[in-house]
């Protein structure tokens, strides 16, 4: 009877802890800096929640409630998203939010993107949105008046939407679809950058198309296990002959590791970035929880997070279930740190199931991997005539 008690007892606290908001102090903001880049915003207080963007080591929060785990931050009014708690440190607490003011927006065209760079002293969040062709850019917190601020070389394609809210936003009207954007953090403000789509040779649509491949896994993380073989060295199997495939279809290529050893999840999108690849590809061998539900759910299936990169999560899926014959795993929205990236287009690619014998032995066997890698690259030469090829 006791141990009922406790029992209900812990089973109710923390949901109660955990759903009761509290003030942030006596004030009615926290301001909170960010302590590591990448670090998630969320549409609710739960660690499975949306992400709503990420934000930069030392950006700034203004939150007006808490809870035990997270803090409720106030992006517009009443627009709210949250913060896992351990990510951020409390710096003070004020009445009022305070807002910056956007001095200058200087717009530069090179041959293969456009960059425009906000000044401002803020280290605000800011959000992408994707509208088809059209790319929304939104910096919080920030106050803007063309009228006050230097404008230089806009270009017709940017325009400045919003202009008495409190928030700063540009649009960017694309007359192609995206090819990857980002914003970064520099010593005066954001710098954006949105790549221009590539002209595309039809004969030759992967010349002058930067690559990096990245093998999953890797040294002690052995990724899925069955049959005796390992993940990792399947990865890396397919990923050395899709290399010399697309090579030969006249793409650049650089790969995350060419061996058996350990790459952290950000070390190879921030290599992919340091590369300044146009497209990454993850890939991988999937496997299940439970090895049983393999009989339901096996195959080849690609996942994507940017709208950007459906179309070549799409054709690579389509081109290797042709080549392979496997079932079709589909084509899947999945929030993954190799898919998240907004420059390059990322897509992360599972070959088959590796805990599928049929698919096993397929995936493993040297000359069913060249065709694997074959049908990868001709899935890219697909994405990119499709998508780009009446430019
Ligand atoms: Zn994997």
């Known amino acids: 009877m006791k141990k009922t008690l406790i029992l209900l007892l812990l089973s109710v606290l923390p949901v109660f802890a955990s759903e009761e908001l509290q003030d942030v102090g006596i004030s009615k903001y926290a ?6 880049d990448n670090t998630p915003l969320r549409e609710k207080a739960d660690e499975f929640a949306t992400r709503v963007t990420h934000l930069f080591k030392d950006a700034v929060l203004f939150a007006d409630k808490q809870n035990d785990k997270y803090y409720r931050v106030e992006l517009k009014d009443g627009k709210y998203v949250w913060v896992n708690k351990k990510h951020v440190e ?18 530069k065209e090179e041959h293969d993107r456009y960059i425009a760079k906000i000044n401002t002293p803020s280290k605000s969040a800011f959000i992408f949105k994707e509208d088809g062709n059209n790319l929304d850019f939104t910096l919080f917190d920030n106050r803007f008046d063309p009228t006050e601020a230097e404008v230089k070389n806009k270009e017709n394609n940017f325009k400045f939407a919003n202009l008495i809210s409190n928030e700063f936003n540009l649009e960017y009207q694309g007359y192609t679809p995206l090819f990857g954007y980002i914003a970064d953090r520099g010593e005066k403000g954001y710098v954006l950058t949105i790549k221009k789509s590539p002209k595309i040779n039809k004969k030759r649509p992967l010349k002058h198309i930067k690559i990096v491949l990245d093998p999953g896994h890797g040294g002690d993380e052995k990724g899925a296990v069955a ?44 290599f992919a970035r340091q590369k300044d690849a146009d497209i990454l590809l ?43 014959g496997f079932m079709d795993d589909g084509v899947n929205y999945a929030s ?42 001709k899935g890219v030469e697909n994405y990119l005539t499709e998508t780009f090829g009446n430019n």
């Open 31 to 36: 301001v909170l800096e960010v302590l590591k």
């Open 90 to 107: 409390v710096q003070a607490v004020i009445p009022e939010k305070r807002f910056d003011n956007i001095e200058k927006v200087s717009f």
């Open 227 to 270: 049959f005796n073989m390992e993940e990792k060295t399947i990865n890396l199997q397919i990923s050395k002959k899709l290399k010399s495939e697309l090579k030969r279809r006249g793409a650049k290529v650089y790969m995350t590791r060419t061996k058996d050893k350990k790459v952290g999840l950000y070390d190879r999108t921030a």
């Open 282 to 324: 993850s890939i991988h061998q999937n496997s299940l929880p439970n090895p049983k539900d393999v009989y339901k759910k096996h195959g080849v299936g690609t996942y994507y997070y940017n709208k950007q990169a459906e179309p070549l999560a799409r054709n690579i899926k389509d081109s290797l279930k042709e080549a392979t």
């Open 336 to 377: 993954f740190a190799l898919t998240r990236p907004t420059l390059p287009v990322s897509v992360l690619v599972e070959c088959g199931y590796i805990i599928d014998s049929y698919e096993a032995n397929y995936i493993s066997n040297e000359k069913n991997q060249k065709i694997i890698a074959k049908a990868i690259a």
